[in-house]
C-alpha cells in the first residue's frame, strides 16, 4: 500500500523531455488555513476542499510535507484559496439602459437582458451604441459597462466562508468596477484584456480596451496590480498605466484633475454650452450629461479637445448633472469631476413683432462674467431695468450660453435673439464695410482709437450699414487694442516676429496681419493657449496685457510688447423688427443705457490694464513699447494689408473713415 501511495511521484519525475513547470508561489493574503482533526489525511482534505483534488502535491509542497501522507491532528495546513471548491455565484441587473444582451456560454445565443435578470459565470454580456449595464453581487461589488463594451465572466466564486474569487475579462469598451473591500482576505478580481491582466483587491478602478487593443487601467481608490509581457506594477489611488498588445505596461502614471466648468449655471435655455479650465497635461476631455450624478444614465456623451466648449442644440426640459474627466497624451482619463447640477428649461423664442409687450428680453456675449465686457451689459440691463420701471427686463448670458458669436448674430438677424455683443470681424460676414474697424496699426493709442469710434458721423454711418443688414447698432461693448508676449525675444521691429509662431483669434485681419510681419500664425481656443505656450508648441500671443496676466501667461512667457496692433471692437446690436416695436421713449432709454454700458467697460478695462502692468513687472516681465520710428515700420509693413483692404471695405468709406483716424495720427 506505501509503494502504491508514493506512486504518483515517481510517474512525476520519469516524464522525461518535458520541462518542469515553475513552482507558483503564493502570498499569506492569498490562503486560507485549515486544521487538521482526528482521521484525516491529506487525500482526504483534499477531495473535501478542492476544486481539483489532484492538486493534493501542490498542497504538500505549500506546506513543506516531507510525507504527505502522515499528518497530525492540530497541524496547520495552508491552501490557496484559487484551488478551492467554489459555489458559483450569480450577479443581478441594476441598471441598464438601450440595448444590452448576454450569451450563456461560448456558443450559446444573445438575448436581450432586462432589469433583475441573473448573470451566471461562463456567461458574456455586451451593450451597445448608447447603452449601458450595471451588474451587481451580493457583497455589494458591481460591474458597470459603457456603451459598445464587452465582458465574458469566466469565474464568478464562492470560496468556503466569505471569499470571493471572480475571473473577468475585458475585450473591447470601458468597465468600471467597484469591488467591496468586506469580501475577506484572500478574495480576489482579475480582468483580462487582450493585453494586460489587472488583478485587485478591495477597489474602485476603470479597465478600457480600445480599437487597437491598447489596455488602459485607471485606479480611483485602492491598489491594482497590472501584469503583462513578465512585468508586473503595481498601480496606487490616483495613478494608471497603459499596455499595448505584446507589450510590457508603462509605468505608472499619475492621473490628472478633472477640468472645472467655466461659469456654470443652474439653469440653462437650450442651445446649451459648457466651456472649460483647461488642465496642464490634458489633451482632450470625456464630458457628461447624465440624469443622475453617478453618470450612469446619460444624455450626452462627447470627448472634446482641451480648450473647446461643448454645445448641445437640444436637450428636453428638466435636472441634470454635468460631469468630466481629462484625457492625458497616453489615453488615460483622469480623476472624475464632481457632479455639477443644473436644470434646463426652454423658452419660447420671442416673437420680434410682439416685442412691445414681453416683458423679459436676452442680451448674448461672449466673454466670461468676470470681463469689463459683461460688468458693461449688466449696468446696461440694469439701467433699462430702472427707467423702463419694470416694463424691460434684459437677461444677460456671457461666456457664449446662447451660441457663438457667428451664432448670435444670425439670431439677432433673425430675431431668436433681442441683442447680442459681436466684433466688427463677426458682422464683417454680413457687413464687410466694418472690417476696417479692426485694419492694423492705424490707431496711434487707446484714447485715439476711442475718438475715432465715438465719432459722431462714424457712428451715423455704422449704423446705416447695419440697419441694411436687418441690425441696429448702439453702441460698443469692448474696444481695447491688443498687445504681444513670447517666450524668445524681445519685439520691437517687424524682423523681431519673423518665424515665430504666434496663436492669433481666426479672423481674416488677425491671420492677414501676422503673415505681413513675417511670423507663422496660428489659431488656437482660448483655453489652449496657456498649454500650447509652456510646451513650445507656440511662441507667443496676442491679446491685452490685463488678459496675458488673468490667462497666466506670463508663467511661460517672459517678453511683452505694446504692440498696440489692432483694436478689438465689439458692437452691440438689436434685432430691427424688435427696436421698431419700442416707443421712442424706449429707444432712447437702450441709446442712453449702451452709452453707459461703453464707459463702464472702458473704465474696467483701463483699470485692469493699469493693474496688469504693474503684476507684469512683479513677475518679471520685460515689458517693451513702442517709438513713433518703430511703429513706423510696422505700418510700413502692413501697408498693403491696407490697400488690400481699402478695396474690401470700398474706397469711399474707407477715405472717410481715415479721414478721421490721420489727424490723430499726426498726418494731415
Not at 457632479?339 to 434646463?344: D, K, Q, T
Not at 510700413?636 to 483716424?661: E, H, Q, T
Request: charged share 25%.
Amino acid at each position: 500500500m506505501a509503494v502504491l501511495l508514493f506512486l504518483p511521484y515517481p510517474l512525476q519525475c520519469a516524464a522525461k523531455g518535458k520541462e518542469k513547470a515553475p513552482d507558483v508561489s503564493y502570498s499569506p493574503e492569498d490562503m486560507i488555513e485549515l486544521t487538521v482533526v482526528k482521521k484525516d489525511w491529506l487525500i482526504k482534505i483534499c477531495n473535501k476542499y478542492l476544486e481539483y483534488p489532484k492538486k493534493w502535491r501542490e498542497i504538500a509542497r505549500i506546506n513543506n510535507l516531507k510525507n504527505p501522507h502522515l499528518i497530525y491532528p492540530k497541524e496547520k495546513l495552508n491552501i490557496p484559496i484559487e484551488l478551492l471548491k467554489g459555489t458559483p455565484l450569480d450577479g443581478k441587473v441594476t441598471f441598464i439602459k438601450g440595448d444590452a444582451r448576454l450569451q450563456d456560454g461560448v456558443k450559446g445565443a444573445w438575448v436581450p437582458l432586462k432589469l433583475d435578470d441573473k448573470v451566471k459565470q461562463k456567461s458574456f454580456i455586451r451593450t451597445g451604441e448608447e447603452s449601458a449595464l450595471e451588474v451587481t453581487f451580493e457583497d455589494g461589488s458591481s460591474f458597470f459597462l459603457r456603451p459598445n463594451t464587452e465582458l465574458g465572466l469566466t469565474t464568478v466564486q464562492r470560496k468556503v466562508t466569505s471569499h470571493l474569487v471572480r475571473d473577468l475579462s475585458v475585450q473591447a469598451g470601458r468597465v468600471l468596477t467597484k469591488v467591496r473591500e468586506a469580501t475577506g482576505a484572500g478574495s480576489r478580481l482579475k480582468i483580462q484584456t487582450p493585453s494586460s491582466t489587472a488583478a485587485v483587491r478591495g477597489t474602485e478602478f476603470r479597465v478600457a480596451v480600445d480599437q487597437e487593443n491598447k489596455a488602459f487601467t485607471e485606479v480611483l481608490d485602492g491598489h491594482v496590480a497590472v501584469d503583462a509581457m513578465q512585468k508586473k506594477i503595481a498601480l496606487q489611488r490616483d495613478e494608471g498605466t497603459m499596455a499595448k498588445k505584446g507589450e510590457p505596461p508603462l509605468d505608472p502614471k499619475k492621473l490628472l484633475p478633472p477640468p472645472t466648468p467655466v461659469d456654470p449655471q443652474p439653469q440653462y435655455n437650450p442651445p446649451v454650452r459648457f466651456a472649460f479650465s483647461t488642465v496642464e497635461g490634458a489633451v482632450s476631455y470625456r464630458v457628461m450629461v447624465a440624469k443622475d450624478k453617478e453618470g450612469k444614465d446619460l444624455y450626452h456623451e462627447r470627448i472634446i479637445k482641451s480648450g473647446e466648449a461643448m454645445d448641445i442644440n437640444s436637450i428636453p426640459d428638466g435636472p441634470y448633472f454635468l460631469l468630466s474627466q481629462s484625457i492625458d497624451n497616453i489615453g488615460l482619463e483622469g480623476l472624475p469631476s464632481e457632479p455639477h447640477p443644473f436644470n434646463v428649461k426652454k423658452e419660447d423664442p420671442p416673437k420680434p413683432y410682439r416685442a412691445s409687450v414681453l416683458k423679459k428680453i436676452q442680451y448674448g456675449h461672449y466673454e466670461t462674467s468676470s470681463h469689463p465686457q459683461n460688468l458693461g451689459a449688466l449696468a446696461f440691463a440694469n439701467y433699462i431695468r430702472e427707467r423702463s420701471q419694470g416694463d424691460i427686463t434684459v437677461e444677460v448670458f456671457p461666456w457664449g450660453q446662447l451660441g457663438g458669436e457667428r451664432s448670435m448674430a444670425n439670431q439677432v438677424k433673425n430675431g431668436s435673439l433681442h441683442i447680442a455683443a459681436v466684433t466688427a470681424d463677426v458682422l464683417g460676414d454680413f457687413i464687410p464695410e466694418l472690417n476696417i474697424l479692426e485694419l492694423p496699426f492705424i490707431y496711434p493709442d487707446r484714447t485715439a482709437a476711442h475718438r475715432v469710434i465715438d465719432d459722431k458721423e462714424v457712428k451715423e454711418r455704422i449704423s446705416k450699414l447695419c440697419d441694411a443688414q436687418g441690425f441696429i447698432f448702439i453702441g460698443y461693448a469692448e474696444a481695447e487694442l491688443r498687445d504681444i508676449t513670447n517666450s524668445r525675444r524681445p519685439v520691437k521691429t517687424p524682423d523681431d516676429l519673423r518665424g515665430m509662431k504666434i496663436r492669433t483669434i481666426q479672423a481674416p485681419i488677425f491671420i492677414d496681419t501676422f503673415k505681413a510681419l513675417g511670423a507663422n500664425p496660428t489659431y488656437l481656443p482660448s483655453q489652449e493657449i496657456y498649454h500650447a505656450l509652456k510646451q513650445g508648441a507656440i511662441d507667443g500671443q496676442d491679446n491685452p496685457l490685463a488678459t496675458a496676466v488673468f490667462m497666466k501667461f506670463f508663467e511661460v512667457n517672459k517678453y511683452a510688447t505694446l504692440l498696440n496692433h489692432i483694436l478689438t471692437v465689439r458692437l452691440v446690436v438689436v434685432n430691427k423688427k424688435y427696436w421698431e416695436t419700442l416707443s421712442p421713449e424706449q429707444q432712447r432709454i437702450f441709446g442712453e443705457a449702451a452709452e453707459i454700458q461703453t464707459r463702464v467697460n472702458r473704465e474696467e478695462s483701463a483699470k485692469n490694464m493699469a493693474e496688469a502692468f504693474v503684476k507684469a513687472k512683479t513677475q518679471l516681465v520685460e515689458i517693451a513699447g513702442l517709438t513713433g520710428a518703430e511703429r513706423d515700420a510696422f505700418r510700413k509693413a502692413v501697408k498693403p494689408l491696407l490697400n488690400k483692404y481699402r478695396n474690401i471695405c470700398g474706397a469711399d468709406w474707407y477715405d472717410f473713415f481715415m479721414s478721421k483716424v490721420d489727424p490723430l495720427s499726426g498726418k494731415k
